[in-house]
């Protein structure tokens, strides 16, 4: 089975620090990696996406993740925390099974950014 | 484009009421998923379709009936509600074979059965 960990539920990082979100994977196959962010009572919004060609992926708002497959890792950084980043971030795999695409989200984890 | 659309986006029912919960989209996107939100556990996928006239079951979808006449339409069904479906429910849509496997997400309907 198909499966995303998040590592920590709430992260809580100074205005201006960096800002690491830890996501391990397991999987049989080759995976699609993403994060996606929510803000307070909003949908999800796509931040980058691992679809094995670069393994370093860069999104939107300067975050940036590494795929490692040695370590099935798939950490989300970025240099500098702004108060807008403020939000919940999921991390999700997706395969193939059968002909059709499969997906599973991590838990989330809260991301607080302290002024 | 108006992208994924979600209607209600708030609604309180009780015990036994059924209800439909609408989604669309003018993306014609193949894929569509409706997934529900609750604390500590992430989004976890009800029911998904792969095309008009196909349905299947995701990870939780004991309570609930989808249907998809349409490419556009995937509409949720609880037939009869229970306080455990009280979450945040989101409708996904997605085009296969982009090389992207992007999802684009409505903005949510807030449920509470009371």
């Known amino acids: 089975a198909q499966s995303v960990t998040q590592l920590d539920s709430h992260v809580s990082v100074s205005e201006g620090t960096p800002v690491l979100l830890r996501c391990n994977y397991s999987?049989?196959?080759?995976?699609?990696l993403f994060w996606y962010v929510q803000h307070p009572n909003k949908g999800l919004q796509l931040l980058l996406k691992?679809?094995?060609?670069?393994?370093l992926v860069k999104g939107i708002n300067v975050f940036e993740a590494e795929f490692k497959k040695s370590e099935t890792s798939f950490h989300l950084t970025k240099p500098s925390a702004h108060m807008s980043d403020a939000a919940e971030y999921f991390c999700v795999v997706t395969w193939r099974s059968g002909g059709y695409q499969k997906v599973t989200f991590g838990t989330g984890t809260k991301l607080q950014v302290i002024p | 484009n108006a992208g994924v659309t979600q209607t209600p986006k708030f609604q309180v029912l009780k015990t036994g009421q059924s209800m439909t919960l609408q989604c669309a989209q003018d993306m014609n996107h193949e894929y569509m998923s409706w997934y529900r939100q609750d604390p500590g556990m992430g989004l976890r996928l009800i029911h998904y379709?792969?095309?008009?006239?196909?349905?299947d079951q995701g990870e939780v979808p004991n309570g609930y009936n989808v249907s998809r006449s349409t490419t556009e339409d995937f509409p949720l069904r609880l037939l009869s509600a229970a306080p455990s479906q009280t979450s945040v429910y989101f409708c996904a849509s997605r085009e296969p074979g982009t090389g992207s496997d992007e999802q684009y997400f409505g903005p949510g309907t807030r449920l509470t059965v009371t």
């Open positions: 999987s049989s196959y080759s995976p699609s």
């Open positions: 691992y679809t094995s060609a670069a393994t």
């Open positions: 379709s792969v095309g008009a006239g196909i349905t």
